[in-house]
């Protein structure tokens, strides 16, 4: 999967700076002058990592990440500043925040700080798709599946619904269907992703 990054920093001359550090370490960065702009054309089908400035003319990077998570995009953010305080870093965090760092930015500790930004939205990813994939199950099969999830045999699941094995087998190749897998231990990690 290629990962977005988006920067958003009113100082050009910060954001050619980041985006030419980025480059170095092969991650290519999309910027924007100012929050009004990013959020005219953020496109919660593209997910990526935002680094965005706290201190910003209109809109903060604080306020442009509560305008986002109204939105219901809830993308990992590294807040950046020049001005950076105890209090500000501490809001930021309870905002939720991924990771906050002062100006001028390393680029290792920015490049690590996109890394787990990219890992989170990775696990968000499979998440949405073992979601979307057990949504295709009925109630039933919901049901079979958790049973299998907790280990149980044809067997028990039959003996615990009274019903028959075939039908609780007939059950499973519909799970395993639905799923696109007949590996009890993906349909297992699925069920636990999607958290049925």
Known sequence: MTHRVYLVDDDEAVREALAFLLST?????????????????????KPG????????????????????????IDWPTIMITGHGDVAACRRAFKAGIQDFLTKPVDGEVLVDALQQGFASLDAGLETREAR??????????????????????????????????????????????????SSVAEQVRLALLGGA
Do not use: N
Request: aromatic share 4%; charged share 25%; hydrophobic share 45%.
């Open 49 to 72: 990592v935002l680094v965005v400035d706290l201190r910003m003319p209109l809109v903060s990077g604080q306020q442009l990440h509560q305008k986002l998570g109204e939105r219901g």
């Open 132 to 181: 979307a994939l057990l949504a295709r199950l009925t109630e039933r099969e919901r049901e079979v599946l958790d049973m299998v999830a907790r280990g149980w045999a044809s067997k028990e699941i039959a003996a615990a619904l009274q019903v028959s094995v075939r039908t609780i087998d007939a059950h499973r190749a519909k799970v395993a269907e639905k799923l696109g897998t």
């Open 25 to 45: 370490y092969g991650i290519a960065a999309e910027t924007f002058g100012d929050p009004q702009t990013f959020l005219a054309h953020v496109d919660d089908k």
